[in-house]
């Protein structure tokens, strides 16, 4: 599920609050993983800081993308849109299997952490794909609404212009609103907006 947009310049710590609340909502499986991962790669390289000559390539690794990682959060608290989350998804993995390289340190805890972690992945992997199987349901649907409704209102236009319905043109854009996006049919006010427009043309064909 795609978040909408949020405003520019200076942001309130109220809207903070709800942009984390919207994009925590629609992607709590990846907040959730980064969390994990992220706070047991800081215990370990905490624990092993006296072999830090040992993992020096790890660790430089390690403390970037960790860096990185709360710079694009802050950045999409700010502008949530769920798509600027797949950055933090793909650093994960790099992250993961640095984490797992330092658990080797502890071959009795890793024995045990492995396996149980695969199958928090693999039941994780499973979770995800039913969600997104219905998000993708859902938008088919929502489109296919879309569909319906924009056949009806040119029909309606026609009739009542008197014009063509191969003449009447729909300009479709992205279904998230914005004060940029002056088309399209995502939300109410664009919508009034397009019935404005609309009857201003027909009174100028007809004149």
């Known amino acids: 599920m795609e978040v909408a947009l949020k405003g520019s310049g200076l942001t309130t710590s109220q809207q903070l609050a709800t942009n984390f609340e919207q994009l925590w909502t629609s992607n709590t499986t990846l907040f959730i993983s980064s969390a994990l991962i992220v706070l047991s790669l800081c215990v370990l390289l905490f624990l092993l800081k006296r072999k830090f000559s040992l993992?020096?390539?790890?660790?430089?690794?390690?403390?970037?993308?960790v860096f990185q990682i709360a710079l694009i959060f802050l950045l999409v608290i700010k502008h949530p849109q769920s798509r600027y989350l797949l950055s933090i998804a793909a650093s994960l993995p790099i992250l993961l299997a640095i984490t797992l390289e330092l658990l080797r340190e502890y071959q009795?805890?890793?024995?045990?952490?492995?396996?149980?972690?695969?199958?928090?992945?693999?039941?994780?992997?499973?979770?995800?794909?039913?969600?997104?199987?219905?998000?993708?349901?859902?938008?088919?649907?929502?489109?296919?609404?879309?569909?319906?409704?924009?056949?009806?209102?040119?029909?309606?236009?026609?009739?009542?212009?008197s014009h063509n319905r191969d003449d009447i043109k729909i300009l479709w854009t992205y279904g998230s609103y914005h004060d940029a996006t002056p088309y399209g049919l995502a939300t109410t006010l664009q919508k009034k907006s397009l019935q404005r427009r609309s009857d201003a043309f027909a009174r100028a064909s007809t004149t």
């Open 108 to 161: 009795s805890i890793a024995r045990y952490v492995c396996p149980a972690l695969f199958s928090v992945i693999f039941l994780a992997f499973a979770v995800n794909l039913v969600s997104t199987i219905r998000q993708h349901e859902a938008r088919v649907s929502k489109l296919q609404d879309y569909e319906v409704e924009a056949k009806q209102f040119i029909k309606n236009r026609a009739e009542s212009s």
């Open 55 to 65: 993992h020096t390539g790890r660790y430089a690794t390690a403390i970037g993308l």
